[in-house]
């Protein structure tokens, strides 16, 4: 009696914990193969068509929330935007996807509008560094576009 009781309670603990097992790294944006994304990366932004070349910190959180912060290095300019906000998931193996929000600001400190950028991350096997390409667009305070789709090309380390 004992015993069919152990087995009758054991099996479907055993069955979670196995589904867990499976189903925890895809979950949490972390595959098996190829580099993980979680953690914070010291990023190079090259904007296309010679634009600035920006550096900036991305923070890549459990759960599939992000952080950023940027400061453009080349040419120096003074900063007129927040730091951005983001959601990341995980696609295939170590490759990734993200989306940041942060919001522009007039000469005079007043709310310009936002930009919103998009990239597609390749984390290297070794989980050190990764690159990404994508676009970004800018948006008024009303959340019209303001011109073209900008695009970009990243190049990242680990923070140790």
Known sequence: MKTQLLKTIMAPLVVACALVIMVAPKA???????????????????????????????TFMFGGTMQEFAAFVSPLVPVRRGPGQGVWEHLTDGNYSYTVKFFVLNADSTLAGWRIE???????????????????????????????????????????
Do not use: F
């Open 28 to 58: 949490t944006g972390q595959g098996h193969a190829g580099g993980k994304l979680k953690g914070t990366w010291n990023v190079t932004v090259n904007a296309c068509n010679n634009g600035p070349t920006i550096t900036r910190l991305n």
């Open 118 to 160: 998009m990239r597609d991350v390749v984390v290297d096997g070794s989980g050190s560094s990764y690159t990404a390409t994508g676009t970004s667009q800018l948006y008024d305070i009303n959340g019209n576009p303001v011109g073209p789709a900008g695009c970009a090309t990243e190049t990242a380390t680990r923070l140790e």
